[in-house]
């Protein structure tokens, strides 16, 4: 386990599945995610193998995020960890919505930053978000991410096309931060 301030990081089990199901069974939840229809058991199951190959390979990290009290709330992941460059994707969803808002994907970041940076030697972890995700564009930036980008149009929902940002943080801006 990694422990923040407020939440704990442990590897994803075969038992968290119907877990996902639900969440991701929200259009709430599902707004910002790559996933834009409610997945069934058996393609959680299919994920969760899926994921097996790539932890195997160490192409991604994807963690469970706990709070302290053991409440299983959310997942957390690097993807496409790019070894050679020393750069990563990150991607997080908090999928009990009693617990946004309320600092737990915030910290749950920082204490991945935390193990990219320190323990993985990464130089850069980057993500996209769309721009119309407020909460997540501010918990991004208070966790040291700056804007790089935009894509244009990049994603279709709800009837038409939308923008996503861009967002980075380098290891050296983590740094200052932790002083």
């Known amino acids: 386990m990694i422990t923040g301030e407020i939440v704990r990081l442990r590897p994803i089990e075969r038992e968290d599945l119907p877990r996902f199901v639900r969440w991701f069974s929200d259009p709430e939840v599902r707004r910002h995610l790559l996933i834009y229809l409610p997945p069934s058991l058996a393609q959680e199951e299919q994920w969760f193998e899926r994921l097996q190959e790539r932890l195997a390979r160490n ?8 709070t302290l009290e053991g409440v299983h709330i959310g997942n957390i992941g690097l993807h496409r960890i790019n070894w050679k460059d020393r750069n990563a994707e990150l991607g997080i969803v908090i999928g009990e919505k009693d617990y946004w808002n309320q600092g737990y994907g915030t910290d749950a970041i920082r204490t ?12 850069r ?7 119309d995700n407020t909460r997540g564009i501010r918990c991004y930036e208070k966790c040291g991410f700056q804007r790089e980008g935009r894509l244009r149009e990049v994603i279709f929902r709800e009837g038409r096309y939308r923008d ?12 200052g931060q932790q002083r």
């Not at 972890?125 to 721009?131: C, K, N, Q, T």
């Open 164 to 175: 996503q940002l861009i967002m980075s943080v380098l290891r050296p801006e983590w740094e």
């Open 59 to 66: 192409e991604d990290v994807v963690l469970a995020i706990e």
């Open 112 to 123: 991945l930053l935390r193990l990219a940076f320190t323990e993985m030697n990464l130089h």
């Open 125 to 131: 972890v980057s993500l996209r978000v769309d721009d």
